[in-house]
């Protein structure tokens, strides 16, 4: 009897589930087997394998033949692989090592190769959809930031430019003030400027002509001696003239004045005696004479 080991259909309609089992090979697919090796359920994504390892290897080494979807179901697991190194000689750890490279390995073909369903495209789309709206949310955030940070620099440029500005006005401001304060201080100094030349020429006339005017001194100094004498000769002798002349004028004045002081000494004796003369001989005398 050959011995086949292949896939047995269970489940129901459009919902096929596999069963992997050893059974004659002249038997149907679907009807008697020998033993169940395991079962294989495609309709999920990855596939599931669920395999009884010890049993396939003892069926393989009795000569059974795997059909071909049981044959890659088994390769894909490293059964096949498994088997060979044991064959080879093999250590258990080397084995299992290379058996758990395999399986990764077909499991990353798979990951890359799997048919893709309607819920899988749908999904799929959906997930380039978000990604899309976020990276579009992203992008706009970013234009956004970036044009709020272009604003606030150009803000700050613009208080910047505006404080220069100030502070540039201020010391032209301040350059014009002291520009004025120095001509004004200029003005002022200029006549003192000009009265400390004024003196200074004068100071060094003046030193010019002290040793003419030293020399002319001697000479104004004599003359200024003899003007006085000359002066005083010439005022003694008016005086002596005028003396002369004024003399016999004196003396008949006081003649005059003697005279004079006589008379009014006389009226007024008599004015005296008039007062003391009694009654009747003030009649007498105003009789008239015969």
């Known amino acids: 009897m050959a011995v086949r080991l292949r896939l047995r259909r269970m489940g129901r309609k459009k919902l096929p589930l596999w069963t992997i089992v050893a059974a004659d090979s002249r038997r149907a697919r679907d009807g008697r087997y020998i033993e169940k090796l395991g079962n294989y359920n495609p309709l999920v994504k990855p596939s599931e394998v669920d395999l009884n390892a010890e049993r396939?290897?003892?069926?393989?080494?009795?000569?059974?033949?795997?059909?071909?979807?049981?044959?890659?179901?088994?390769?894909?697991?490293?059964?096949?692989?498994?088997?060979?190194?044991?064959?080879?000689?093999?250590?258990?750890?080397?084995?299992?090592?290379?058996?758990?490279?395999?399986?990764?390995?077909?499991?990353?073909?798979?990951?890359?190769?799997?048919?893709?369903?309607?819920?899988?495209?749908?999904?799929?789309?959906?997930?380039?959809?978000?990604?899309?709206?976020?990276?579009?949310?992203?992008?706009?955030?970013?234009?956004?930031?970036?044009?709020?940070?272009?604003?606030?620099?150009?803000?700050?440029?613009?208080?910047?430019?505006?404080?220069?500005?100030?502070?540039?006005?201020?010391?032209?401001?301040?350059?014009?003030?002291?520009?004025?304060?120095?001509?004004?201080?200029?003005?002022?100094?200029?006549?003192?400027?000009?009265?400390?030349?004024?003196?200074?020429?004068?100071?060094?006339?003046?030193?010019?002509?002290?040793?003419?005017?030293?020399?002319?001194?001697?000479?104004?100094?004599?003359?200024?001696?003899?003007?006085p004498a000359d002066a005083a000769e010439a005022t003694s002798a008016e005086k002596a003239d005028s003396t002369e002349e004024e003399a016999p004028k004196a003396a008949a004045e006081e003649s005059a004045a003697a005279g004079s002081a006589e008379a009014e000494a006389e009226d007024a004796a008599k004015a005296a005696s008039a007062e003391n003369d009694t009654p009747e001989e003030k009649a007498k005398e105003k009789k008239p004479e015969k």
Do not use: F
């Open 56 to 227: 396939i290897h003892y069926w393989l080494s009795q000569g059974a033949q795997p059909s071909d979807t049981v044959r890659n179901l088994l390769s894909r697991e490293g059964i096949l692989l498994e088997r060979h190194l044991r064959l080879k000689g093999k250590s258990e750890e080397e084995i299992l090592q290379a058996v758990t490279e395999h399986r990764e390995r077909h499991a990353a073909k798979r990951a890359v190769s799997t048919k893709e369903t309607a819920q899988t495209r749908r999904q799929k789309v959906l997930e380039e959809e978000r990604k899309r709206v976020t990276k579009q949310e992203a992008e706009t955030a970013k234009r956004r930031a970036e044009e709020q940070e272009k604003a606030r620099l150009e803000a700050e440029a613009a208080k910047k430019k505006v404080a220069q500005e100030r502070i540039e006005a201020e010391k032209a401001a301040a350059a014009a003030a002291e520009k004025d304060q120095a001509a004004a201080g200029s003005a002022e100094t200029e006549p003192e400027d000009a009265a400390e030349a004024a003196s200074a020429e004068k100071a060094d006339n003046t030193e010019q002509e002290a040793p003419e005017a030293a020399a002319e001194e001697p000479a104004v100094t004599g003359s200024a001696e003899t003007e």
